[in-house]
């Protein structure tokens, strides 16, 4: 099972989108590990999920939710 999420910075309010197949240890990583663009924008919080069964359908959900049309769809949660 691969989760899509999205991170809110409690810094400055910017969105990050990911996707993984652990989200409990991903989300760690990210508050924990501080390099590239967590470095400068942690910590966060966990805004929005969605599970699915393949790796391919859960990048191809992340990829529109880094779109335009999916920044928009963010913005109404």
Request: no cysteine.
């Amino acid at each position: 099972m691969y989760t899509v999420y999205v991170l809110k910075s409690l810094k400055n309010s910017r969105l990050y989108t990911g996707s993984t197949n652990n989200i409990k240890r991903r989300l760690g990583e990210h508050n924990a590990l501080h390099k590239g663009y967590t470095k400068y924008n942690g910590p966060f919080k966990l805004l929005y999920t969605e599970k699915f069964n393949t790796r391919s359908e859960a990048y191809k959900r992340e990829m529109f939710l880094k779109s335009g049309k999916g920044r928009e769809f963010l913005k109404k949660i």
